[in-house]
């Protein structure tokens, strides 16, 4: 079975706080693709990053930065201090296999990020 | 360049009637999805297209459900007739062309918030 959990529904920080999304997800294939979205209260889906089941290196762009440790299936985004434009829901999702088209996505987390 | 464009962006309708959503893909994109996000089930996907044609529809509900795709450019999911439980958002999305299927990005639309009434 393919899953993907995000155990955080809401997190609350104040700006400049660090803070981290976890996810976990679980397949039982060898190739498969990570992903991170980010929905602002528009309501628009807006892609962050895709990360490959053989490319364990942590990737930084900016503020946000992503822990990929497949020994704990998991794929953790942080954001280094925040901003309120960074309020948003945080989606994490999973494509298993190689010829997987759709994306498996978790329930996501709610970041509020305070002045 | 112009992303995902679904409409309509908001359609309120009443119960037992026929609703259309269309989405236009990226051009040069020849992969689309449609995808359902609701607060009880999150995020999950309708139906998806390859160069026109139904790849997955496991996730489209029942058969008031119906999708098409009859060029590259655009995509209609219809719901006849509509119900209550409807109500929801729908998302568009398509991806690039790529020996990889799994590997390429979806670009999403900004969605049209469906409620039925």
Known sequence: ?115 | DAGVIQSPRHEVTEMGQEVTLRCKPISGHNSLFWYRQTMMRGLELLIYFNNNVPIDDSGMPEDRFSAKMPNASFSTLKIQPSEPRDSAVYFCASSPPGQIIAKNIQYFGAGTRLSVL
């Open chain 1, 1 to 115: 079975a393919q899953k993907v959990t995000q155990a955080q529904t809401e997190i609350s920080v104040v700006e400049k706080e660090d803070v981290t999304l976890d996810c976990v997800y679980e397949t039982r294939d060898t190739t498969y693709y990570l992903f991170w979205y980010k929905q602002p209260p528009s309501g628009e889906l807006v892609f962050l990053i895709r990360r490959n089941s053989f490319d364990e290196q942590n990737e930084i762009s900016g503020r946000y930065s992503w822990n990929f440790q497949k020994s704990t299936s998991s794929f953790n985004f942080t954001i280094t201090a925040s901003q309120v434009v960074d309020s948003a829901v945080y989606f994490c999702a999973l494509k298993s296999g190689v010829s997987q088209g759709n994306l498996i996505f978790g329930k996501g987390t709610k970041l509020s990020v305070k002045p």
